[in-house]
């Protein structure tokens, strides 16, 4: 048995870690490290929505895909954002923690529409197939078994209308603040991080046609201005402390 098959074995059920920490997450920021390089959970979010805009919603009427899923959602925080930040579509979210989704519900903005939150069995989402625009994955395949993986790939190209896209951002394992971070967070105990070759290679076996990937997160995200001039000037250097796979369903 491989060291990473005694850490699933000993991992608790996925909905009851996260629902332990629902009450009081704070999007990682118990992290000392990760409170230095940002302000708060949305400056991460928000490297992260930058990188969709600019790919998705280049106009300023924020027109783009309809709908919309934030697969292993948690509290919503990112469809959270892309609604404040003027995001026009339908957004659901989905995620194994009940008691995370109904935190956020509790704290939603009540100057924004609530989007519609769905309880995950495993890797499946109560959803009719070819049903949503773009679904994006954002740090959560780590969170997964590695054995789980494909599910998770084959249950987005369900969802995925024809033409849909799937944006996956997930953490660096080449970055050593990253690995750093990821090691001394309490939710991210039982993590197992995964490069992006692995994320390419799982969506191309589950049918999807690569768009494009790249890295991003070069400079602490409190410095927005800054970091996201370094994010298009150095999506392609694999040391962003994230990175994002973008592919589409044929």
Known sequence: MTSEDSE???????????DAFASDYSGGMDNSV????????????TVKLNWLTRRFW?????????????YGCGRGDLIRVMGQSGIKA????????GGMMQQGLK??????????????????????????????????????PVAERPDVYA???????????????EHNPLNPVTRYVVSHTPIDEHAILLNAREVKRGLAAAGFNLVDAG????????????GAWFDVLLGWL???AQYAVRAVKS
């Open 155 to 169: 249950e987005i190209q369900r969802l995925l209308k024809p033409g849909g896209q799937v944006v996956v951002f």
């Open 107 to 144: 704290n939603w903005p009540r100057d924004l529409p609530r989007p519609t939150f769905l309880q995950q069995t495993g890797a499946a989402v109560p959803h009719d197939s070819a049903s949503f625009d773009l679904v994006v994955i954002s740090s959560v395949l780590h969170h997964v």
């Open 215 to 226: 890295y991003l997160m070069f400079a602490p995200p409190r410095l927005r201005r800054i």
């Open 8 to 18: 699933q074995r000993n991992r608790p059920q996925p909905g009851a870690e996260f």
């Open 90 to 97: 339908r957004f659901v979210g989905s995620d194994v923690s």
């Open 34 to 45: 990760k409170a230095l390089l940002g302000e708060s959970g949305d400056d991460f979010l």
């Open 58 to 70: 280049r106009g300023d009427d924020k027109v783009g895909p309809a709908t919309i899923l934030d």
């Open 238 to 240: 694999p040391l962003g």
